[in-house]
């Protein structure tokens, strides 16, 4: 009896720990929400939460060199813990997924020896490609 009352108490202690803390983010309430999809795969959706987490997206399909490509183009948007608000926006294509954003880092510019000696190397002549037989 008492090693059932154990290990059932050590189930339960597992079982509590395992389950997620509940933040205020999951007691968020919808304020507004907006959907539309149609038949032919376009579609916008559009919500706002209470906590200030706002997300805009449509998909709709292009005309692309090999058929239909599936375009997704989007902004999100959260409220930092520090209060600052947060926004991402991203287009996903046949070329992949292209976020920006203010908070996103960037690349440094190329130095001007590098751009010069890129330069230099685009004007050379090409050389043939060997001919194997």
């Known amino acids: ?20 803390a509940q933040g205020p983010e999951s007691k968020a309430v919808i304020l507004s929400q907006e959907q539309e999809v149609n038949f032919d795969g376009n579609f916008k959706n559009k919500f706002e939460t209470d906590n200030g987490i706002k997300q805009d997206a449509v998909g709709y399909a292009k005309a692309g060199a090999e058929g239909p490509v599936s375009v997704v183009q989007g902004t ?4 930092a813990p520090d209060g600052s608000v947060v926004s991402i926006g ?17 690349s440094p510019p190329i130095p001007a020896e590098i751009q010069e000696s890129l330069k230099l190397l685009a004007s050379l002549p090409s050389t043939p490609e060997p001919q194997y037989q």
């Open 1 to 20: 009896m008492q090693v059932t009352l154990v290990l059932s108490s050590l189930l339960l202690a597992v079982a509590v720990s395992a389950y997620p």
């Open 76 to 79: 999100n948007s959260y409220v």
């Open 90 to 106: 991203y287009t996903a294509d046949e070329f992949g997924y292209h976020p920006y954003g203010a908070h996103l880092p960037t």
